[in-house]
């Protein structure tokens, strides 16, 4: 089993930046993409970014030029720089890592970390 526990949220102005950092444990060597995703509230939970084992990266197209998406391997430990945060930015932010079972890739999800943006 793989075990992600999310940290660095909080309460910041619009323009402000923050990290959010998600600490991977358990059966890591079974981890192939790591990302973010976030629920806004009253919205369905979103993509916000992915980053393979290689390092290939993917954004949603809200958050390109914004946010960073990175890992440490040694680790274990995947991140999210987020600068020029606007009010939209607000929700729980959730951490996932999709794990190679027998040939299936099966999610694995963080609790969740609130992050609010006011104007």
């Known amino acids: 089993q793989v075990q992600l526990v999310e940290s660095g949220g909080g309460l910041v102005q619009a323009g402000g930046s923050l990290r959010l950092s998600c600490a991977a444990s358990?059966?890591?060597?079974?981890?192939?993409?790591m990302g973010w995703y976030r629920r806004a509230p009253g919205k369905q939970r979103e993509l916000v970014a992915t980053i393979t084992n290689g390092g290939s990266t993917n954004y949603a197209d809200s958050v390109k030029g914004r946010f960073t998406i990175s890992r440490d391997n040694a680790k274990n430990t995947v991140y999210l720089q987020m600068n020029s945060l606007k009010p939209e930015d607000t929700g729980v932010y959730y951490c996932?890592?999709?794990?190679?079972?027998?040939?299936?890739?099966?999610?694995?999800w963080g609790s969740g970390t609130q992050v609010t943006i006011s104007s």
């Open positions: 996932n890592a999709h794990v190679l079972i027998i040939g299936t890739l099966y999610p694995r």
């Open positions: 358990g059966s890591v060597d079974s981890i192939r993409v």
